[in-house]
């Protein structure tokens, strides 16, 4: 995660000129992409920082606690349900309809983000596309050094209905 120092951000150089570190007490944004700067801005960087100060510990608390509860399935213990929510099971409850939009989905595809590949997918009248942004690209985390781009063409293909590539 990254943290922002508290400068103006006309005083903030393009993320292209140069690898800015926020925070040394946080890891900083290293991969410089196109378009990173339009998607990392310092105000969604401020967040980011912001939500690492608030999550990180709990973030490594629960991380801890799933290596816990591997360990006990890999020593055979069986998964089951959390005993803290018997109540919400036991409730009377419905799930809001399915929206229209969402009815009819016989042909889906799934696929990566690349301008490309989404233009293709569109075009083959599948009733819906999912967006992967990580496993069907083969980016296993943001590090990737295209990440950045393909969220900024989705953002603009979403707007403006310009895919291009």
Not at 9 to 31: E, G, N
Not at 120 to 126: E, I, Q, R, V
Request: glycine share 6%.
């Amino acid at each position: 995660m990254v943290a922002v120092q508290q400068i103006a951000v006309s005083q903030t150089p393009p993320m292209s000129a140069q690898p800015q570190i926020f925070a040394p007490d946080l890891p900083h944004v290293t991969a410089q992409a196109n378009g990173q700067d339009r998607l990392l801005t310092p105000d969604a960087l401020a967040l980011l920082a912001a939500l690492h100060r608030k999550f990180e510990s709990v973030r490594r608390r629960l991380l801890d606690d799933r290596g816990q509860s591997q360990a006990r399935h890999d020593a055979g213990a069986l998964p089951g349900f959390r005993a803290d929510t018997t109540a919400i099971r036991a409730g009377d409850w419905k799930v809001a309809a399915i929206p229209a939009a969402l009815q009819r989905r016989q042909v889906e595809i799934t696929g990566p983000v690349d301008p490309k590949m989404v233009i293709n997918a569109l075009n083959s009248g599948a009733d819906c596309y999912m967006a992967d942004f990580e496993d069907s690209s083969g980016r296993r985390s943001p590090a990737a050094s295209n990440s950045p781009a393909t969220p900024a063409s989705a953002t603009r293909c979403a707007r403006n209905g310009n895919a291009r590539y």
